[in-house]
């Protein structure tokens, strides 16, 4: 979908009534396949850790395959998570917030606190005045431009690949989520610390069980591949090159789900490990719908069809898009700032 396409033309499903009444068939959670996709993936996970632990005596190099597998069923783990905070995965509250809870425990997340920011970040997303909670750091060109040398240096560093897709995640999971927001309710604090003595004590089982140094190696590994997959999945959502952003009155929660939120179409094992969130224009359309939903409704009409997919392949360019470009409406690399620089210095000779 072309720039100018988007300013001449209205947003797929700008019709209120018609996406409504469609999306609204798919928001009953279904008792038995959320708790198959329990089955199916707390099982397996729970597995593999344990032959990974058996495969350090062996070879790493039988660990490190085993790692890869249970990082992708650690990231189905946090979709299952993801879903309970949405309310979305049971019909049942209770059942939402104790498989949210448990799986909050497997991913080092905790549940409320999470859930409260996630709640600001749908509320948000492809808002230029209320970036900053929730979302990946980005800056528009003239932001930067205007910016101190430090500033630029350290969203530079931010968004380095290296930076975002391995660092980060190990820090935001193992670090800054046993810290709660200083704008957090009582509630949110209370479920960061009760979060931080369930990893703790689930950790000291583990420990007690398999040795300090097979937990500490099993864990951070599965963390690092599951974090990495996790936090990329998360930008190419909202990182591509005609993504939507506006300011203020002229935002639209409708455009912002189905022009600001990709259609990230993957190979099926990895749309399974995925939980289908790749769907994550019909997510944010409504993210009453529960995972094993997304693809249903997405085919249910023409409707959703509109928005174009982002391919594997052509995902990877996302890596290279660091600012928003306000005027063209399209995020661009630091080449721009060249280019623009060089408009600049011709139009003033």
């Not at 905790?110 to 997303?125: D, K, L, M, V």
């Not at 583990?206 to 099993?218: E, S």
Request: proline share 4%; aromatic share 16%; net charge positive.
């Amino acid at each position: 979908m072309t720039t100018e396409a988007r300013s001449t033309s209205s947003p797929p499903g700008s019709d209120n009534a018609a996406w409504k009444a469609i999306v609204l068939q798919y928001q009953k959670p279904s008792l038995w396949r959320a708790l198959w996709q329990i089955v199916n993936t707390v099982v397996p996970y729970g597995a593999l850790w344990y032959l990974m632990y058996l495969s350090l005596a062996v070879s790493w190099w039988l660990v490190v395959p085993l790692a890869i597998v249970a990082g992708g069923f650690l990231v189905r783990l946090f979709i299952i998570f993801h879903d309970c905070g949405h309310g979305s995965f049971f019909k049942s509250s209770v059942a939402n917030d104790a498989v949210g809870f448990f799986t909050g425990i497997l991913t080092f997340t905790p549940y409320y606190h999470w859930r409260w920011e996630h709640a600001i970040h749908h509320a948000s997303a492809g808002d230029l005045d209320k970036r900053g909670v929730g979302d990946v750091w980005t800056m528009t060109v003239q932001e930067y431009l205007e910016s101190s040398r430090w500033k630029k240096f350290a969203y530079r560093l931010a968004r380095n690949p290296f930076i975002l897709f391995v660092i980060a995640p190990m820090y935001l999971f193992v670090v800054q989520q046993r810290f709660p927001s200083a704008k957090a309710s009582q509630r949110e604090r209370h479920s960061v610390w009760a979060m931080n003595a369930a990893i703790l004590g689930l950790a000291l089982g583990l420990i007690w069980m398999f040795g300090f140094k097979a937990y500490l190696l099993i864990q951070l590994i599965i963390i690092m591949v599951a974090g990495g997959a996790g936090v990329w999945m998360f930008y190419v959502q909202h990182q591509f090159e005609d993504v939507y952003w506006e300011r203020g009155e002229d935002w639209s929660y409708v455009s912002a789900a189905l022009e600001g939120s990709s259609f990230y179409k993957l190979p099926r094992i990895l749309q399974w490990f995925s939980g289908n969130i790749g769907f994550h224009h019909i997510h944010h359309l409504s993210p009453r719908i529960p995972n094993y939903n997304l693809e249903r409704c997405h085919r249910a009409d023409p409707l959703f069809q509109q928005v174009k997919p982002i391919t594997l392949c052509s995902s990877l360019k996302s890596a290279t898009y660091r600012l928003w470009d306000e005027k063209n409406k399209r995020l661009v690399g630091y080449r721009a700032l060249r280019e623009l620089r060089k408009q600049r210095k011709h139009a003033a000779r």
